[in-house]
């Protein structure tokens, strides 16, 4: 078992994500590239996007985006991941009913010893 794994599984992780405010997202790298699939979401991610942790296990956050979403914002976002920055930013996204909400968020690229990189990310709601 990786550390990220037995990180993610760990009873203060479990506590944390799941007494936040915001909505938490956890994403592991599955290319070079950038791509990421999900890993971990807690409660307030469903809240917010309408989305069940089964719908979006093993997907990308792209599920999210949509026509509104900004380019140049998800350019600067894979740019500071990219340059090991934290990411900050706004933009449209989309919740499962295909309603649109403006999203503020952050995430911080962690690699763990294990040399596996995750993509760990905190949004919310900035539609007012």
Do not use: C
Request: hydrophobic share 35%.
């Amino acid at each position: 078992m990786s550390q990220a794994t037995q990180a993610l599984s760990s009873p203060l992780f479990d506590a944390l994500s799941d007494i936040a405010f915001s909505s938490v997202m956890v994403t592991r790298a599955t290319d070079d590239q950038g791509a990421s699939e999900i890993v971990h979401v807690n409660p307030q991610f469903t809240e917010l996007t309408g989305y069940q942790v089964d719908d979006v296990l093993g997907k990308t956050p792209g599920l999210l985006q949509g026509p509104k979403t900004e380019q140049e914002v998800l350019d600067r976002l894979r740019d500071d991941l990219h340059n090991d920055r934290v990411f900050h930013g706004r933009t449209i996204n989309y919740r499962k009913d295909g309603s649109e909400f403006e999203i503020e968020w952050k995430v911080k690229r962690v690699i763990d010893i294990d040399g596996e990189t995750y993509y760990i990310a905190v949004q919310r709601n900035a539609s007012g």
